[in-house]
C-alpha cells in the first residue's frame, strides 16, 4: 500500500492535490450507502471485538531535491515516509513536502 511518484518539483503540488481529490471522489464507491451515511464501519476483529473504522483516506509524503540533496533513495523514501506520518496526522486525505534545507 505504499508507492513512489517520480515527478518534476515544480508540478508536485498540482499532483499531489489531483491524487487527493480523484481517491476522496471515488472512495465512497466502496461504501454501503448506510455505513457512508454513518460515516463509519463496523468490523469484528481477530479476537472476536467489534471495532469501528472511518471511511479510507490517502496520506501523500513528498521528498523534494528543491532545499536540499540525498546521498540515496534510501534516504529520499525515508524523508517521504516521515512526511507521509505528518500527512496521516490529519483525519482526512492529506499531503505533506518536506521544505528542511539540511
Not at 518539483?9 to 499531489?16: F, I, S
Not at 471522489?25 to 457512508?36: F, G, I, M, T
Request: proline share 4%.
Amino acid at each position: 500500500d505504499d508507492f513512489a511518484l517520480v515527478c518534476a518539483p515544480q508540478v508536485v503540488p498540482a499532483v499531489c492535490d489531483e491524487i487527493v481529490e480523484r481517491f476522496d471522489a471515488s472512495v465512497r464507491q466502496l461504501y454501503d450507502e448506510a455505513d457512508w451515511e454513518r460515516g463509519f464501519i463496523e468490523v469484528v476483529n481477530r479476537r472476536g471485538e467489534l471495532c469501528t473504522y472511518g471511511p479510507l483516506t490517502v496520506s501523500l509524503g513528498v521528498a523534494t531535491s528543491v532545499h536540499r540533496t540525498f546521498e540515496s533513495a534510501a534516504e529520499a523514501a525515508a524523508v517521504a515516509t516521515e512526511m507521509k506520518q505528518l500527512a496521516k496526522l490529519v483525519p482526512a486525505s492529506a499531503w505533506r513536502i518536506d521544505k528542511r534545507t539540511s
